[in-house]
């Protein structure tokens, strides 16, 4: 969970600082000089594949063969998909080991469970030696079924916090990622590209 966080936070400062800077950019240029400057993030690399997209792409005329002009609308739509696919590498990279939190989880309390039923198990069987119900007897293993529940949420509760405050901040920089693609895009068609 720590590493998470780390990677998060590092995440967040190079993006942050790329998108203060994008935010005051009125041409392409502008962006394209400011990514080479700053620190690689997410955003550097999305907006670095739809600029590798634009000079790839030839505009298309009104006939459909000859260059001319702005991107066509199927070429603006590709540019699309391709942000968006671009867009859910970066999420998916980010969003690596946020599962395992779940699976932590959920499956560290029935791992308490069984380790419960063993102890209650322990339990009975030194009643049964005993052949009395006494403290003694029960003891041990009552302690042994609580040990094991404590300790499965002790470690259930953090890897449940954590998946979903990961979950949340992935979630909401999955938002902002697609919402940067389209001030990308946005930026192309006030200059006339698309």
Known sequence: MLAKWLEFRRVYKASDAFLAEFAKA??????????KRVKPSPYTRVFARAI???HDTTPLGADGG?????LSGSQVEALRLLLDAESNSER??????IPGLAIIGSASPLMGLLGTVLGVISAFLGIAKSGAGNLGAVAPGVAEALTATAVAL???IPAVFG???FATKLNRFDGELD??????IALMAREGRI
Do not use: C
């Open 26 to 35: 009125s041409r392409l240029e502008q962006v394209v000089s400011l990514s």
């Open 52 to 54: 590798q997209f634009l």
């Open 92 to 97: 998916d990279q980010l969003g690596r080991s």
């Open 66 to 70: 000859s260059p001319r002009g702005p």
């Open 154 to 156: 002790a470690v259930a």
């Open 179 to 184: 919402g940067f693609g389209s001030e990308v």
């Open 163 to 165: 998946y979903n405050i």
